[in-house]
Every structure is written in structure tokens, then in C-alpha cells.
Antibody
Framework: EVQLLESGGGLVQPGGSLRLSCAAS????????MNWVRQAPGKGLEWVSG????????NYADSLLGRFSIYRDNSKDTLYLQVNILRAEDTAVYFC????????????WGQGTLVTVSS | SYGLIQPLTVSVALGQTARIICGGD??????VHWYQQKTGQAPVLVIY???NRPSGIPERFSGSYSGSSSTLTISRAQAGDEADYYC?????????FGGGTRLTVL
């Protein structure tokens, strides 16, 4: 059974940093691209970033202004998102989601981890 | 940047057919994916590449293209279909979601 389990969310002050993790199981992790999608309270889905199966290719939403970094450790079947210089508008549930490759649908999603940016 | 437009809300009577439209520039040339998200839950893929249904998704869910839009059709709507629905495409190696449509089953 495919499972994705996010962790690392919490309350952080503006300007702070967090590292989010997504532990994968039930499939060959390195064969799949992975993505982060966020959802602010009461708002729609917003794609944040994606990474290829090997980790050699990454892409980001333009709105992030270089503050986020996606990477993966295929030996640990884990995806990460380093989030820096956090702002109130980064408050959201962050989901990880699997896709076969770029262009493919997100066929499995985790349950999400909540990041709250507030002083 | 590429944009997808969805109606904020769609209502359907129990047992009737709901249609949710997703509009975008030359959308018929893109693979449109559709997700269902119930309150407090993660999204679930219900249609991929415009017309395909993943295993486990009821046949009542179908997708199509017409003109400048992609349409998600839910036949014989049930109370359990109440949710937010999002369309999604890839554009220049980035992902674009529509704003989402809240489906209400009356």
C-alpha cells in the first residue's frame, strides 16, 4: 500500500525556517517524481515545488522567490522541503504528492502537515 | 503565466448530473487532471488526462473536452459527492491548479 506521511510542521515566527519531511512507503521511491502542494486556510490548492525521481531536476513556483528548497534522500525514501524566511502568507497545510513524472497526475497524496507563521 | 478558471460553486439535485467546467487558453492541447477534496482530507485524483478514470473511482465520474474548456461530469450525484473539485495542468514544468469549485448536492 502506498503511503506518504508528512511531518515537521508547527508554529514558527515570521522570518524563521522549517524543514518539512515526507516519508514514503509501499513503492519504489526513486522511480517517481515528488511534489509539494500547499493549501492556506479556506483557500485552494497551490503547487509549491517538484523534484524528479533521481533528484537531479527541480522546479519551483515563481511566487516563492527562492525561499524554498526541495530535495530528497532516496536511500531513506524521504522527501524534504526546506522553507526559509517564512511569512504569514506561508501559513498553510503542506501536502506531499507523487507523480510518475513531470506532466503526470498526482496519484497519491499525504495527509498534510500544518505550518503556522505567527508571532 | 497560465491560468485556469473554475466557477466558485455548482449545485446539483440528488440523483441528477453535475458538470464542473475548467477554462484555460488552448486547454484542449493540455492534459487536464481533476481532484476531489472533501473537508479536512487530502485531495483524491478522480480524472486524469482529461478523460481517464483511476481504478476505484466510480463510473459516475467522467471527463471531457469541449471548445476552450475541460469538463468534469458527475452523474447520479450522491450526498457523498459534496466536495471541492480542482482541475490541474502542467505548464512549462510547473503546475497550475484552478481555483476550485464547491459542489453542493441538494
Amino acid at each position: 500500500e502506498v503511503q506518504l506521511l508528512e511531518s515537521g510542521g508547527g508554529l514558527v515566527q515570521p522570518g524563521g525556517s522549517l524543514r518539512l519531511s515526507c516519508a514514503a512507503s509501499g513503492f519504489m521511491f526513486s522511480n517517481y517524481a515528488m511534489n509539494w502542494v500547499r493549501q492556506a486556510p479556506g483557500k485552494g490548492l497551490e503547487w509549491v515545488s517538484g523534484i524528479s525521481g533521481s533528484g537531479g531536476s527541480t522546479n519551483y513556483a515563481d511566487s516563492l522567490l527562492g525561499r524554498f528548497s526541495i530535495y530528497r534522500d532516496n536511500s531513506k525514501d524521504t522527501l524534504y522541503l526546506q522553507v526559509n524566511i517564512l511569512r504569514a502568507e506561508d501559513t498553510a497545510v503542506y501536502f506531499c504528492a507523487r507523480s510518475d513524472d513531470y506532466g503526470d497526475p498526482f496519484d497519491y497524496w499525504g495527509q498534510g502537515t500544518l505550518v503556522t507563521v505567527s508571532s | 503565466s497560465y491560468g485556469l478558471i473554475q466557477p466558485l460553486t455548482v449545485s446539483v439535485a440528488l440523483g441528477q448530473t453535475a458538470r464542473i467546467i475548467c477554462g484555460g487558453d488552448n486547454i484542449v492541447s493540455k492534459n487536464v487532471h481533476w481532484y476531489q477534496q472533501k473537508t479536512g482530507q487530502a485531495p483524491v485524483l478522480v480524472i486524469y488526462r482529461g478523460v481517464n478514470r483511476p481504478s476505484g473511482i466510480p463510473e459516475r465520474f467522467s471527463g471531457s473536452y469541449s471548445g476552450s474548456s475541460s469538463t468534469l461530469t458527475i452523474s447520479r450525484a450522491q450526498a457523498g459527492d459534496e466536495a471541492d473539485y480542482y482541475c490541474q495542468v502542467w505548464d512549462s514544468s510547473t503546475v497550475v491548479f484552478g481555483g476550485g469549485t464547491r459542489l453542493t448536492v441538494l
